[in-house]
């Protein structure tokens, strides 16, 4: 018999419990090492700022990136304490920033983050950093220390005065730990954006130092939203046609759980549930989305029965009849959240879902018995939807009988791979049947298939779904993929178990009609298939853009960077770039099949980038916006991203 020596394991977890550990094992405090752990850095930086605005005395929150891929984060917070920390005799600085998980210890009265990889404290920046400082102005004065991996370089010093308070971060992510260490603009200004509408009064400004305007400023943005989530409600529908005059609001407290949700009905018909947690999107929702969810059916199926609107309905109103058209954020605070799910993107604590149900349903009921016009004007968009959705289901029924009774054939259009199984197989969704031909050629028929895609695929936005069984290519993606949609408790599901290729995979043009066309199968996706990209199924192939020539020898380049660099390797030594040839590839089909295979589907040398649910939601919201029926938010967006668009419009 083995005794297990517990001892062991706790002494061995205590003598690793310096920063050491987290450079020997970045992954498990901030996830990853790739760009996504890089941008980890910037937001556990900013969290505990926005602690200090939860605490209420921070308003102002400024990031800077500078040219060296350093960045700073200033508050206007309390300041780190710098006073005597009596167990380790140290400033209390030098203990927050050097001892892992020391600043939770003296922040009380905030939601603190246990689950997930926030939280895991400014010290694991400074351990992931080659150069850190914190500048903190406290007191009436200036207070430096500074860092090279997590150790002090200096002493904690005084070093001026201040008239005001606040704190200021400085680091260099370690270029030895991270992959990239370049932080991206768009992902920083996307989630400050975020953060300005779940926080509402404070202001975030960003500051890119390595781009410069025409003017020859540095290019920058603000953030600050007054409304909140009732803004955050609008800018998320501002392509769509308002229901209601004012989104219904919602705020409550019990038991330390804080909730907070804005919702609109549009004339539209998907469903745009957004969630958090202390701040965190949980992609995955969780008890505090069903919770709304529970609100929403209880009290609008009360109100629809007792004023006798659903006596005559001849089949019965689904939860997600209510829900359509409607788009909604919802946002918690938990003191000790958990989470859960493949992605940590789920929330699971149980007494979050009566807490919502009840703040929510309390509001929903007064609204409704203060706006009977408004509520009949919903009361029939969801007799609408539930007649919609039983004509869908007889229109999917026999769509898929059909294709039973025609002995369940695939489509004529497909070129099946041999292999059967979905593991190793894969889906090429191509533009046009000639672009389809060349892949079809270029493949390897044992466990690539090929899918054309022909023409317009259907306008999803504008479409009612049981016109969408009507559609060749849409019918030929559901038969070709194998997956089905079913009901299970009046609430449709993917039913995934016949799936048939583990990779699907978008291959169109690197121009621009090419990026409309994957961006309208994304949104097709993002809304019928969603659970395939939640499993991360669905991939975008990268085509190159050039190749750059000279005799026999030629190089494949995917950027402009790449080209430049091409071209000088080739003319090295000869000083002639005569015989350097640039053929520009617009299109799949300016390459042979050979070529094809070589750049875009050789798993050893292509590029597939996988598509997240943020990409699919993007997808979804810039398709709304280009081809909804609302023109000034379509024109000011184009105006706002022409400058930076990778695409152009
Ligand atoms: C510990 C205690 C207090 C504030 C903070 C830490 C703090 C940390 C960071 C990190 C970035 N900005 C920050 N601002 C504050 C409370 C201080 C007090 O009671 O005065």
Request: glycine share 8%.
């Amino acid at each position: 018999m083995t005794v297990q020596n517990n001892d062991y394991g706790a002494n061995k977890i205590q003598a690793l419990e310096g920063l050491e550990a987290v450079r020997k094992r970045p992954g498990m405090y901030i996830g990853s090492t790739d760009i996504k752990g890089l941008h980890h850095l910037v937001w556990e930086v900013v969290d505990n700022s926005i602690d200090e605005h939860l605490a209420g005395h921070c308003d102002r929150i400024d990031m800077i990136v500078h040219k060296d891929q350093s960045m700073t984060v200033k508050d206007n917070g309390r300041g780190i304490p710098v006073g005597l920390h009596e167990k380790l005799q140290k400033s209390a600085l030098e203990v927050v920033m050097t001892v892992l998980h020391a600043g939770g210890k003296f922040d009380k009265d905030t939601y603190k983050v246990s689950g997930g990889l926030h939280g895991v404290g400014v010290s694991c920046v400074n351990a992931l950093s080659s150069y850190l400082k914190a500048e903190v102005h406290r007191e009436g004065k200036v207070f430096t220390q500074e860092y090279s991996q997590g150790k002090p370089t200096t002493a904690v010093l005084e070093v001026g005065d201040s008239s005001d308070t606040g704190t200021y971060i400085s680091f260099k992510p370690d270029a030895t730990i991270f992959e990239t260490t370049e932080f991206k603009y768009d992902t920083l200004a996307q989630r400050l954006k975020e953060l300005a509408f779940l926080n509402k009064g404070l202001y975030l400004y960003l500051v890119d130092e390595r781009e410069i305007e025409d003017d020859g400023s540095f290019r920058s943005e603000s953030f600050h939203s007054e409304g909140g989530l009732v803004e955050y409600v609008q800018y998320l529908d501002e392509s769509r046609t308002a229901f209601l005059e004012e989104p219904i609001y919602v705020t409550g407290k019990k038991d330390e759980v804080e909730v907070e949700v804005a919702m609109q009905y549009n004339t539209g018909y998907s469903e745009n549930i957004y969630s958090f947690v202390n701040n965190i999107a949980t992609k995955e929702g969780g008890t505090h989305v069903s919770g709304f969810k529970r609100a929403i059916t209880r009290e609008f199926s009360k109100y629809g029965n007792d004023s006798g609107f659903f006596s005559k309905l001849k089949f019965t109103v689904s939860g997600e009849d209510f829900r359509e058209g409607l788009t909604a954020v919802v946002s918690v605070k938990v003191p000790e959240p958990q989470f859960k799910g493949q992605t940590k993107g789920e929330l699971g604590n149980s007494e979050v879902t009566s807490i919502v149900s009840q703040c929510v349903g309390d509001v929903l009921k007064h609204y409704l018995e203060e706006n009977p016009k408004k509520a009949k004007q919903i009361i029939d968009k969801v007799v609408l939807a539930a007649t919609a959705r039983e004509a869908a289901r007889k229109a999917r029924e026999s769509v898929q009988r059909k294709n039973v009774l025609a002995g369940g054939g695939l489509p004529g259009k497909l070129s099946d791979c041999t292999s059967k199984d979905p593991t190793e197989s894969e889906i090429f969704l191509v533009e046009g049947d000639s672009a389809g031909g060349t892949a079809k050629q270029g493949r390897d028929r044992h466990f690539q298939a090929i899918l054309p895609l022909r023409g317009k695929i259907l306008n999803v936005e504008k479409a009612l779904e049981h016109k969408i069984y009507d559609n060749e290519e849409i019918k030929n993606m559901f038969t070709a993929l194998g997956v089905s949609i079913e009901e299970k408790d009046g609430e449709r599901v993917l039913n995934l178990d016949k799936l048939r290729y583990h990779k699907i995979v978008i291959m169109t043009d690197a121009d621009v009609d090419g990026s409309h066309i994957t961006t309208l199968i994304l949104t097709f996706f993002f809304r019928y298939m969603r659970a395939l990209v939640e499993r991360g199924h669905i991939y975008i192939a990268a085509p190159p853009l050039y190749q750059v020539k000279k005799g026999k020898q030629s190089m494949y380049c995917w950027n402009e960077d790449e080209r430049k660099a091409a071209i000088e390797a080739y003319t090295q030594g000869s000083g002639n770039d005569g015989s350097v040839k640039i053929q520009r590839y617009k299109g799949l089909g300016e390459m042979n099949a050979e070529q094809l295979w070589d750049t875009t589907m050789d798993p050893v040398s292509r590029i597939l980038r996988q598509v997240t649910i943020d990409d699919a939601m993007e997808a979804d919201r810039v398709f709304s916006m280009l081809m909804g029926e609302e023109v000034p938010p379509r024109r000011d967006f184009i105006e706002r991203n022409a400058k930076y668009a990778k695409v152009d419009i």
